[in-house]
């Protein structure tokens, strides 16, 4: 017969941002436990709250599985004396496994003890299996409370833990389990008494907290807000921007919620939108609401945690707290407007970028020379050069502004904004923006060519200068974020489709911080090419490229958009029934190729018709692989490669490489050296899995 479990932990209000780990992780842990322990059941699910994480296990079984086990002991010789009678290490080891020495059993030479385990009521195993549960949980911050050895993310309050409608007695820093929860802090019917009520069983836990006004589910409850928000905006005449990091943030800071609408003064609309959108949906929580147009409106949703009673004078409340912080933003930007983007760069020099590495009056004049250096390298349009240019002069200017001062957030908004406004041209304004993209994971990359040259400046610029310090990334530590700018770096090549050298980018890079030691400039090289490797495998691998198929691409990450449209080139290759006997040639030909001293090969020193016809092919397929290299036609250079196939073949067939005769032997070995190097620049097939 199964039953179901609950286990409700209780706590203080858990912070936002964690909730969801805490929910995977005991999700997690919970089956794993079940299993280890053989307690078979149907589903496991994990529902929560700010004030409460809950586990939800259905089917579960009310014993743990029988287990049997033959286990083998000492050997027939060593077991039993002469007479046939159990020795000393008979006898422990029968005693070790909890049988009589009599009910050995002999087999293959050795005894072996039948040991058979009779599994325990689950109800008595999750008496273990649930405080252990409780106390493995892992947070990014702990708390103490009281004089307790025990810690956790928030102070527990109380503990419920039903098997079905049985309470399973355990006790955790002093809370003892039982069925006693507590409702809304101020909704509950039973506030009087701290909220507190009892849970009749598993089964009717989500329906008894909702008579306490708690919504457990968070899936329900973040449709509820959803819902509530689009209802609200839509009788106010507009459209909510519902974010879906601020909605997960909002769903977890309340239990029963109810949007509501507030209003500000329309004179705040003359700010730039951000202004006003970031002291709203960053630091209050709010939701702005825009019209059909798209134009923001002096209105603002926010979700409270609570019900309907006394909504206009929640709404008051919100209103005077938002419109002491847009009456800051409207300050700032007043007295920002006072000096031009340009003359608020001069304050740049009292900014310290990194430590040994200057200001950021100085990073900023590096930028605009190596933007003018990659805008030479992708052969830029000369407007497009020169917008980067001045972008990249002015791009960390709104840095000393008192709006960016205020809120960090608007980093590159404001310049782009401040720009507009000192009447700078449109592309530049958009390129003092679109430099710091991609922000955050999942955000947008530049889209003017000019703002993904200085972006592409900025990010190597902070790689080179960071590595340079012997501060490149490991383990989890990344304070400068430069695993983020490196992965936008890949991305942003590859959506731009851009032919750049990046160890030339890199070489100029050094140039104007002043490293000139030659040992030094080499490991940087191959600090940046390891460090972007990485960063392209992820990219690969999200995009399902095989894993021996990246292997074969990644050994040249210079050109990095060469490099993804290689990778899928030879992906579509191995996939083809042809692939296995033209990869075997290859390979072949790159085993002996390892023992060539020299690459190149000569006509007259072949001696046999198979070589020469080989030399031949390669010479052809050689002209024609190298153009099409050119223009970045993979598909095409392997076909072309291919063509090498049956000549390789017959090759191998009807010479013998390793000839008596130094010359001939060398030559040999030259030609199937200039295959392989020819065969390299596509991929290294030695890599490749063939099935």
């Known amino acids: 017969m199964s039953k179901n479990l609950l286990l409700e932990i209780g706590t203080e ?72 009678n159990a020795t000393k290490a008979a006898q422990g080891f029968a005693r070790g496994q909890g049988v009589a020495p009599k009910d050995l059993v002999v087999k293959d030479g050795y005894v072996y003890a039948m040991v058979h385990e009779e599994g325990k009521a689950t109800a008595e195993l999750l008496q273990t299996i649930l405080p252990e549960l409780i106390c493995s949980l892992s947070f990014p911050n702990n708390m103490r409370w009281r004089d307790l050895d025990f810690k956790f993310i928030r102070p527990l309050r109380w503990i419920v833990a039903l098997l079905g409608s049985e309470v399973i007695p355990f006790e955790v820093a002093e809370v003892q389990s039982g069925r006693v929860s507590r409702g809304h802090r101020f909704l509950s019917p039973n506030r009087a008494h701290n909220g507190e009520f009892e849970i009749a069983d598993a089964d009717s836990y989500e329906k008894t907290c909702e008579e306490q006004f708690v919504i457990v589910d968070q899936e329900r409850r973040k449709a509820m807000i959803r819902e509530q928000i689009v209802e609200v905006a839509k009788a106010n005449g507009g459209q909510a921007e519902i974010s879906e990091d601020l909605l997960e943030e909002v769903l977890y800071l309340v239990e029963y919620p109810t949007a509501l609408c507030g209003k500000f003064d329309d ?40 019900g309907k009673e006394h909504l206009e004078t929640v709404q008051h409340g919100n209103e005077r707290v938002l419109r002491a912080r847009l009456e800051d933003a409207q300050f700032f930007f007043d007295e920002d407007r006072k000096k031009s983007l340009e003359e608020h760069r001069e304050k740049l020099k009292t900014v310290v970028f990194q430590q040994g590495l200057g200001n950021m009056f100085e990073k900023s004049e590096r930028l605009a020379e190596l933007s003018d250096f990659i805008a030479s390298e992708l052969k830029a349009d000369e407007k497009v050069a020169k917008h980067a240019h001045r972008a990249a002069i002015l791009c960390k200017a709104d840095l000393v502004t008192g709006m960016v001062t205020e809120f960090t957030e ?54 080179v200068g960071t590595f340079s310090r012997g501060k490149i990334p490991t383990g989890s530590q990344d304070p400068f974020a430069l695993r983020r700018q490196a992965l936008g770096l890949v991305n942003m090549m590859i959506e731009a489709k851009w032919q750049l050298s990046l160890s030339k980018v890199v070489a100029k890079s050094m140039d104007l911080y002043g490293i000139t030691d030659e040992a030094a400039r080499q490991k940087m ?34 050109d990095i958009y060469a490099v993804e449209l290689r990778a899928q080139a030879v992906q579509k290759f191995v996939g083809t029934e042809a692939a296995v006997g033209n990869i075997q040639a290859f390979v072949r030909a790159a085993n002996l190729a390892a023992k060539a001293e020299t690459e190149g090969f000569k006509e007259e020193l072949f001696q046999v018709e198979a070589e020469k016809a080989l030399g031949q092919v390669c010479r052809s397929t050689e002209s024609s692989v190298q153009s099409l290299l050119a223009g970045q036609d993979y598909v095409g250079a392997i076909d072309a490669l291919t063509e090498l196939t049956a000549p390789i073949d017959k090759f191998f067939e009807d010479v013998m490489v390793m000839d008596k005769d130094e010359a001939v032997r060398n030559n040999r070995l030259g030609l199937l050296k200039s295959i392989d190097n020819l065969v390299g620049k596509v991929a290294d097939f030695s890599k490749i899995v063939l099935a």
């Open 13 to 84: 209000e858990v912070p936002a941002h964690v909730m969801p780990g805490i929910l995977s992780e005991l999700k997690e842990k919970a089956e794993k436990a079940l299993k280890e322990n053989r307690v078979a059941f149907e589903s496991v699910r994990t529902i929560g709250t700010p004030r409460r994480t809950a586990l939800l296990v259905t089917g579960l079984a009310d014993r743990q599985e029988d287990v049997s086990s033959e286990n083998r002991g000492p050997s027939v010789q060593i077991a039993f004396d002469a007479d046939g």
């Open 267 to 306: 004179k705040y609309l003359l700010l730039p939108p951000e202004t006003v959108i970031t002291p709203m949906r960053d630091h209050q929580r709010y939701f702005p609401v825009k019209s059909s147009e798209g134009k923001l409106m002096p209105l603002f949703i926010t979700v409270r945690n609570g």
């Open 410 to 463: 608007l980093q590159g908004i404001m310049g782009r904004e401040y720009a507009k406004l000192d009447g700078e041209c449109e592309k530049v304004a958009v390129a003092i923006d679109e430099h710091y993209m991609p922000r955050f994971a999942g955000d947008n990359q530049p889209q003017s060519e000019a703002g993904r040259i200085v972006s592409v400046a900025d990010k190597i610029d902070t790689i």
């Open 525 to 558: 090289q191959q600090d940046v090419a390891d460090f972007m490797r990485l960063r392209l495998k992820n990219v690969l691998e999200g995009e399902s490229i095989r894993y021996d198929v990246i292997d074969a691409v990644m050994a040249d990450v210079n």
